[in-house]
């Protein structure tokens, strides 16, 4: 009965939905000399999503989920030999995510009519008289729940695929006639990620200062950050209105070396290091941008560039043998 934060959602469990994926692509290779061959390629991706077939009146944006068109991927790639035994590579490409079929599902569901998912506070009166006492939970609140504790979300109308360039540059050395070793440097940029901004955040009212403890719990300095309350919603009808947006990026820089011996008659194998930094704008773990259950995760409400820091997934080092 001394609840925080209560969360249930109300409507179908089953959503059906589909992805349709078209690819086409196109590739060949160019020997221009003895000691370079060039590579390239284009490929185009298209996806066609099943469209929601009921609407919330009161933001037709649920209506319509975007159907990128452009998505053309170029890809391009050379080997020039510097020597008998060792060899440059550069390659430089574009890749394209899939929308999950799960991202889809959820833009039909949770349009504040097919699915509502309610979140009381409680610290607020108004939703502490609504929720219920543990381990009781809301009934029939389905058709008619309390103005404000309903969630809406729905896809930004020009919602683009989300992308990455790829590009790395390498050195391979040949040791022995069986031995050799490669080491490259591995440059990776997510563009257009997967991002949540609450449309229904109003001005800010005022400023909390925290405390800054050291180990022992002493003040060693403060932070004051704006705040932001209920009272000051955009619109009153709803909790949050969460637009997914196109609004993070991702950025991985990699060092990996690798030891390879062919097959002899007896010993085979590789082993390979990896030493790897990687940094977004606060986009957490997949499920996140997956699923959309929760709001945003963001400080700053649709500023993800205050949030720029290493990744949750970031892995400095990686080493391993077969």
């Known amino acids: 009965k001394r609840w925080q934060s209560y969360s249930q959602a109300f409507g179908p469990f089953l959503t059906e939905t589909y992805v349709r994926d078209f690819n086409f692509y ?4 160019w020997r221009l000399t003895n000691k370079l061959t060039l590579n390239y390629g284009l ?50 490409g574009i890749f394209y995510a899939r929308f999950p ?14 699915q509502r998912a309610l979140t009381l506070q409680g610290n607020n009166a108004t939703d502490r008289a609504a929720g219920p006492v543990f381990p009781n939970r809301l009934a029939d609140l389905d058709r008619n729940p309390p103005q404000g504790t309903v969630t809406v979300a ?17 050195i391979e050395r040949e040791i022995t006639r069986d031995m050799g070793i490669t080491v490259s440097y591995l440059w990776n940029r997510a563009l257009k990620s997967m991002t949540r901004r609450d449309l229904n955040i109003g001005p800010t ?12 719990g002493a003040q060693v300095g403060s932070y004051t950050t704006p705040i932001y309350v209920n ?25 990996a070396v690798q030891f390879r011996r062919r097959a002899s ?22 499920s996140n941008n997956v699923f959309f259950t929760d709001g945003p995760a963001t400080m700053f409400n649709g500023d993800y560039s205050a949030e720029k820091g290493t990744s949750i997934l970031d ?8």
């Open 154 to 170: 729905f896809a930004e109308g020009n919602l683009a695929t989300p992308y990455t360039q790829q590009g790395d540059l390498s």
């Open 101 to 114: 079929s799960a991202t889809i599902s959820r833009l039909h569901q949770l349009n504040g009519v097919v």
């Open 26 to 29: 196109a590739q060949d290779q």
């Open 205 to 216: 009212a005022g400023t909390f200062t925290y405390r800054i403890n050291d180990a022992s």
């Open 43 to 92: 490929r185009y991706e298209y996806a066609q999503f099943a469209q929601p077939t009921r609407i919330n009146p009161d933001y037709p944006q649920t209506g319509t989920i975007n159907q990128p068109n452009k998505n053309f991927a170029p890809r391009i790639g050379i080997a020039y030999a510097l020597g008998d035994k060792t060899v440059l590579r550069a390659g430089y």
């Open 265 to 286: 008659k007896w010993l085979e194998g590789t082993v390979a290091y990896t030493w790897s930094h990687a940094r977004d704008l606060n986009q957490g773990g997949a």
């Open 315 to 322: 892995q400095r080092h990686r080493a391993r043998a077969r």
């Open 231 to 255: 009272a000051n919603r955009v619109d009153r009808r709803y909790a949050r209105v969460v637009q997914i947006e196109n609004g993070g990026r991702v950025w991985y820089d990699g060092l």
